[in-house]
């Protein structure tokens, strides 16, 4: 697979074959090195030290560098080695195979491979002989980069270490020898570690030296850029390596959150209902042909926006889709990643809000895993292009979001689906708010039965007050309330869409044809401009998903086998069997929906920016009071 294709697995027979190689490097190996190694005085209170300018590479002698050996030294008086000594020992042999098994890959993906074979053969010369110098050395950075992004990312331990270590005295002639010296750079760093815990945060201390003295290096080699958007996936060690951007990171912790059941989401039936299917939609992800059918169907949400005053229920709903995301999963015995990025995400440093945001984003399609990512209070996370006030790390998120959720680049596979949620959709920027392809209206309990059954869910079982005439939770049946809310939109609700609506029945009548849509479309357009093709798109999407309509049955996901461990075609024939044809109904639904929501942000956008002029008018009313009061005072100097 192309390095630059994106997911690359390495299997495990190309990383095993470097056993006896990553063996012996252990044992014991001779590193030539710069006399004293990689020292220097310390600089107080920086954590730095100081190298002189005056160069000393002539001094260079051998070490002999015996690593076991030097674990082993931690705990001179036992034999056996502990559990954490037996980690890093371990896990530095397995960053050795793992970092020539990625240098063999680089070698295939670019001109190396060949040039190393005709070279045995007999040596290459003039700008051949450079391009496999440049090659060969470009292999042994990224093999070095690997071993120590492997290490960081797979010894145990969270947070900063605290020890401070020293570089290792890097090594580019080949693979080999870069690996050699990465493990002579381990050896000193480790060497004289008083215990198991100073040892192995002495080696993560080692590991994120290594990295950023490797990453402020890159300049200096040639062929690189095959490297820069590889992602490579090592899945027996849970291990990534995506280019350049690695950080010694912590392994996901299991998910910790209060999951909410669908009975415990009282009122908001369109939202419960469309993210109890989606739930089950986005388990129809196929792992092998990384595809889920259902985006191949039509009707998979992507990304979508919910938007309603504080305490109608956001929260909940996302704990509720999280929940049957995270239950599902566990039968399936697929992993789940939750992730919310939030207003703590946001940087003062130029840059890197983006780069927490793209990371944020990659970790949710990572394709190897079902993702949700949420951004709640979306509109205080990324500001619009337009507002002077918004500081640059919101532009910044604003960019890397319109980008990822229907830029060029992107590729939705179906094993992820982002929700943004806000109080204040009106703030978001215009072109981001549209690429949510669904709209969900989170209004809360509404009738008086939605009100009677969340009174009686949060008040708990502690009382013998008797309910009345009410039969509980009924209301919240979600067939019933499903049909009530849909059939709701068949007229519009909000005043400036029920004027053009008015207009198109006094001028065409009935919807009845497609040009009858375009008709009512278009009028839409005259009258709210944000109404783009995109809004369009967004309500063709919903008006297939609710073709797709299904009730995936709940006995599907009781078992693995029922369907989720079926593979992509049978998947498909068991949804393609389900699907219900698109009635004109279903049209004039959603359009009244999605057209709703856009008039309902004009509007309130619109409500904000008067209420601002009114109070303005206000004060200038008061302060000319004021000051006319003042000049009859005396008191007056203007």
Known sequence: MSLNAGLTTIPEDDIAKHMAVAQSFVTKLVVLESDGGPTGTALAGTGRRFVSTVTTSGMRRTREVELVRTIQSVRAGDQMLSPNQHSLLFRARRAIMV??????????????????????????????????????????????????????????????????????????????DALKSMVAGLDRAIAGAPDDLALISRARAFARGSIAGLVSRKARFTGLAAFENVHIRIEQDDFDLNGFDVAPGQKRKPLVMSFKKPEEVIGNHIAKYQGMKLAKMIMAYDFERQMNPFVELGGFLFTFIGDGMPGTGKTTLIQMIAGLINDYCQVAGYAF???????????????????????????????????????????????????????????????????????????????????????????????????????????????????IDIFALLAGKNHSIPLGEHQLYANQEIKRAIATSYEAHETPKEEGLMTVWERFQKEVGHLETIADVGTYLHMIREAEPRFTGRAIKNITDAIKMRAMDVELPDEWFQTPEAFMHKSYDDKRAMIAELRGPITIDMILQEINRYADSEFRYTDKSDDVAVNDIIRRERQRERAIREIEAMRKDGRWNG
């Not at 970092?99 to 670019?110: H, Y």
């Not at 050395?137 to 270590?165: S, W």
């Open 99 to 176: 970092g020539l098994a990625v240098a063999d890959v680089f070698g295939r993906q670019t001109n190396l491979e060949t040039l190393q074979s005709r070279n045995a053969s007999s040596p290459l010369s003039g700008p051949e002989a450079e391009n496999f110098k440049g090659l060969l050395a470009a292999a042994a950075y990224v093999a070095a980069l690997t071993f120590a992004a492997y290490l960081g990312a797979t010894l145990p331990g969270e947070g900063e270490p605290a020890e401070d270590v020293t570089e290792p005295d890097y090594l580019f002639d080949t693979a080999q």
């Open 337 to 451: 990643h939750y992730e919310n990025f939030g207003v703590d995400q946001i940087s003062s440093y130029q840059g890197k809000s983006g780069q927490n945001c793209k990371e944020f984003i990659n970790n949710i399609l990572n394709p190897k895993a079902i993702g949700f990512g949420t951004i709640d209070d979306v509109d205080q996370v990324a500001a619009k292009r337009s507002d002077d006030r918004a500081s640059a790390g919101q532009q910044e998120v604003t960019a890397v979001l319109m980008e990822s959720f229907a830029g060029a680049s992107t590729v939705v596979r179906g094993n992820a689906t982002f929700g943004m949620f806000s109080n204040y959709p009106e703030n978001v920027d215009d072109a981001l708010r549209q690429r949510a392809g669904a709209r969900w209206l989170v209004d809360g309990p509404q009738s008086r039965d939605d009100y």
